[in-house]
């Protein structure tokens, strides 16, 4: 079978979708693959007999489909190492110039196929054997992930103690707003003054901590952390899977949920970050055309990417950010639905903004930016504000609805889960200093909490305060880790201008 039958253009058109999945597996859903996989073999089908019914060989026509599959497949990420070569100040390589050389090289290779390889049929048994077994790692690492998800997302759930409602115990709102800076950050680094928002939300009875920094420079740490309140060094987590069953299933969630809160979450678009076992989880519409994240992904390594710098792309690069948009639209108006219930909440918000990719300007619409043709750091930085401000609005109303419609009045954390991303963020700096701002009612805040509290003391004043725990605040600690590397974190500190 093997020798006479080339199917390996099939294996490698599977292997290109997987491979991106495998690598990605701790971030992605598995059911985000179903869809790219089946097209994406389509395609390379397609390909593989419109080349055999022009050359009449099925042999040839597997190396040169196969080919075509690999130049079109890793486009894309060949244009992320060249892209970034400069003259000076000036990148010399943009698809305008790339796209044909790379068309050369392409047609180049493709005649060499064509007209010098004599026995296409020699090397079919190998060319089978070799790309069937490019899919064994892959597979494996997305049958261990989807695996691991599947533990961590039926996790047995704590068993409440105490069933009867406490009244003087709130709805808990814990609300992160994904890559927000601190306002020394905003204002001295990209320009902008966030003072209003700030007085907005003291006006409203919140304490601001001015001088906070995050305790982890990366969402897949920081989160964890808080969630546990305590640091990595105490909570024996070595590795991503121990940190993702922290995120989802830490001590703040089980102790609350012994206590007969109910956990409320919502879809965030990264699988490390979803509750999806929450007792309320509410949904957003997903439209059929609407790309994923994964397929967004996968596209931008084909040769697919070059269109957007063409101007050919922008209907379908309009729906790269629909989920994301709808996703963040529909936990603004669901969490707004949440004071109507009658339990106790624990709702964990994971707004990714203003993180990128920039899919909201300032008024909430679809962003007018395109990171391939718009690339320069005051682009960036602006694109980066616009959502600011977006959520700031959003935000203010959100709180303005759980304040009115609350028949208690809920406690309100609303927190970065670290600074800017690594784009705008060069230095510890810039990266650990977030907003932090906490609503306590009934609580003396000016006592409880002070400039520079950290996230692992958050939950340590809330338990403490409504729930009679005796917990120690601890030091407030910095770990700073490069893009490069998220596990070699290292102690950084405060870099907050004023005296705390």
Aim: proline share 6%; with cysteine; charged share 15%.
């Amino acid at each position: 079978m093997f020798k006479n039958n080339p199917l390996y253009p099939v294996f490698f058109a599977v292997f290109s979708v997987i491979f991106l999945a495998a690598n990605n597996i701790s971030q992605i859903p598995i059911d985000a693959t179903y869809r790219p996989l089946i097209l994406y073999v389509l395609f390379g089908v397609v390909v593989y007999v419109l080349t055999q019914l022009f050359l009449k060989d099925w042999h040839r026509s597997a190396l040169v489909a196969s080919i075509f599959l690999f130049m079109f497949s890793a486009y894309g990420q060949i244009y992320l190492v060249v892209k970034n070569l400069m003259v000076g100040s000036t990148r010399i390589i943009g698809h305008r110039t790339f796209l044909p050389m790379y068309i050369i090289v392409f047609a180049v290779i493709l005649y060499l196929v064509v007209r010098k390889v004599k026995r296409p049929v020699a090397y079919t048994f190998w060319l089978n054997f070799v790309f069937l077994s490019f899919l064994i790692q892959p597979m494996f690492n997305i049958i261990v992930g989807a695996y691991q998800q599947w533990i961590i997302n039926h996790f047995t759930k704590v068993t409440p103690i105490q069933a009867t409602i406490n009244a003087d115990q709130p709805d808990i709102y814990y609300i992160i707003l994904d890559a927000y800076a601190r306002e020394d950050v905003l204002l001295n680094k990209l320009g902008y003054d966030n003072s209003e928002f700030l007085d907005a939300l003291r006006q409203r009875g919140f304490y601001v901590a001015d001088c906070s920094q995050s305790n982890y420079a990366y969402t897949e740490y920081s989160l964890p952390s808080s969630l546990n309140y305590d640091y990595f060094d105490n909570l024996n987590a070595t590795s991503q899977f121990d940190r993702v069953l922290l995120l989802k299933h830490g001590a703040v969630r089980s102790f609350l949920e012994s206590n007969a809160y109910k956990a409320v979450a919502f879809p965030t678009g990264w699988v490390f970050t979803e509750w999806v076992d929450a007792d309320i989880y509410p949904d957003y519409s997903h439209p059929v055309t609407a790309l994923t994240e994964y397929e967004t992904f996968l596209i931008n390594t084909t040769m697919l990417r070059s269109l957007n710098d063409f101007g050919l792309f922008n209907q379908v690069n309009s729906s790269f950010t629909a989920p994301r948009r709808l996703r963040v639209l529909s936990l603004l108006s669901n969490i707004k639905q949440l004071p109507k219930m009658d339990e106790k909440l624990f709702v964990f918000a994971h707004l990714v903004v203003p993180h990128p990719p920039y899919s909201f300007d300032a008024n909430g619409k679809p962003a007018n930016y395109n990171e391939e043709s718009i690339a320069d750091y005051q682009s960036m930085a602006i694109a980066y504000i616009n959502q600011v401000e977006f959520v700031n609005k959003e935000i203010l109303n959100v709180i303005d609805v759980l304040l009115m419609d609350s028949e208690k009045q809920p406690t309100i954390i609303i927190q970065g889960d670290h600074g800017p991303p690594p784009e705008l963020s060069l230095t510890y700096s810039e990266k650990m200093p977030i907003l932090n701002a906490y609503y306590l009612p009934g609580k003396k805040m000016d006592t409880l909490l002070y400039p520079s509290i950290s996230p692992v003391n958050t939950f340590r004043v809330v338990l403490n305060s409504y729930f009679g725990e005796d917990l120690p605040l601890l030091d407030d600690k910095s770990y700073y880790a490069s893009e490069e590397n998220h596990d070699q974190y290292k102690l950084v500190p405060n870099s907050c201008p004023e005296k705390q």
